[in-house]
């Protein structure tokens, strides 16, 4: 059993090695890691590995390409939730989501993710991305986005918006105009949705972005 505390960024990787481990069946390459932790340099995943390995919570194998073996400690170092995928979200042209009308939740499918994400919100969810739009705020298509269920928003915040007359739903940043509603794109080659307020239901705020590994 891992004895010694974890940083935060330690943190990050071996939840980061348990979600691609899930999603892909196989561990991830250090290049891998320091892309999906944002991390600058494959040096410093390096060095943060070694601590892991040292205090019992990862064994890597040096014969194996891609060879980090997560051991049953690690799971002392981060609590877990559920959140389930309720649907996908367009990040260009708006598409439909299940049950965005009656604001019920269906869910077939969901993954587990650090509690650090969640930051104790209780009615988080998530959606798939689809699309570009969104882009130049690191959204891109395929990723998850983690979204926190509020029905209504700061100005410029990152929101899933149902266009009520269209039976639509979208996520975009949000602007309050004068008599209408901005709903703007993050990239450049996109243009803004402009609709009026009593067209517009906030269903979420986005939380966390979940990155689909090339």
Same mark, same amino acid.
């Given at each position: 059993?891992a004895a010694k505390a974890l940083?935060?960024?330690?943190?990050? *990787?071996?939840? %980061?090695?348990?979600? %691609?481990?899930?999603?892909?069946?196989?561990?991830?390459?250090?290049?891998? *890691?320091?892309?999906?932790?944002?991390?600058?340099? /494959?040096?410093?995943?390096?060095?943060?590995?070694?601590?892991?390995?040292?205090?019992?919570?990862?064994?890597?194998?040096? +014969?194996?390409?891609?060879?980090?073996?997560?051991?049953?400690?690690?799971? @002392?170092?981060?609590?877990?939730?559920?959140?389930?995928?309720?649907?996908?979200?367009?990040?260009?042209?708006?598409?439909?989501?299940?049950?965005? +009308?009656?604001?019920?939740?269906?869910?077939?499918?969901?993954?587990?993710?650090?509690?650090?994400?969640?930051?104790?919100?209780? @009615?988080?969810?998530?959606?798939?991305?689809?699309?570009?739009?969104?882009?130049?705020?690191?959204?891109?298509?395929?990723?998850?986005?983690?979204?926190?269920?509020?029905? /209504?928003?700061?100005?410029?915040?990152?929101?899933?918006?149902?266009?009520?007359?269209?039976?639509?739903?979208?996520?975009?940043?949000? %602007? $309050?105009?004068?008599?209408?509603?901005?709903?703007?794109?993050? @990239?450049?080659?996109?243009?803004?949705?402009? $609709?009026?307020?009593? @067209?517009?239901?906030?269903?979420?705020?986005?939380?966390?972005?979940?990155?689909?590994?090339?």
């Open positions: 059993m940083s935060s960024k330690q943190k990050r *990787i071996i939840s %980061f090695i348990h979600d %691609f481990l899930r999603q892909n069946g196989y561990p991830p390459s250090v290049r891998d *890691i320091a892309k999906g932790c944002q991390i600058s340099s /494959t040096s410093v995943v390096a060095y943060n590995l070694a601590r892991l390995e040292e205090a019992g919570y990862i064994h890597r194998h040096s +014969d194996i390409s891609r060879g980090i073996e997560l051991l049953k400690g690690w799971q @002392n170092s981060r609590k877990v939730v559920y959140i389930p995928i309720v649907g996908r979200i367009a990040a260009g042209e708006p598409i439909p989501v299940p049950a965005s +009308d009656t604001g019920s939740v269906i869910s077939t499918e969901g993954l587990e993710v650090s509690e650090e994400l969640t930051k104790g919100r209780q @009615n988080v969810y998530a959606l798939r991305v689809k699309g570009d739009s969104m882009v130049d705020a690191l959204i891109k298509d395929g990723d998850i986005v983690l979204m926190d269920y509020v029905t /209504t928003a700061e100005e410029g915040e990152m929101v899933a918006v149902w266009l009520k007359r269209e039976q639509e739903v979208t996520l975009k940043k949000i %602007f $309050t105009e004068p008599n209408r509603i901005r709903l703007e794109p993050a @990239n450049s080659q996109t243009k803004p949705i402009y $609709t009026t307020l009593d @067209n517009v239901e906030i269903q979420g705020r986005v939380v966390a972005v979940i990155r689909r590994m090339p």
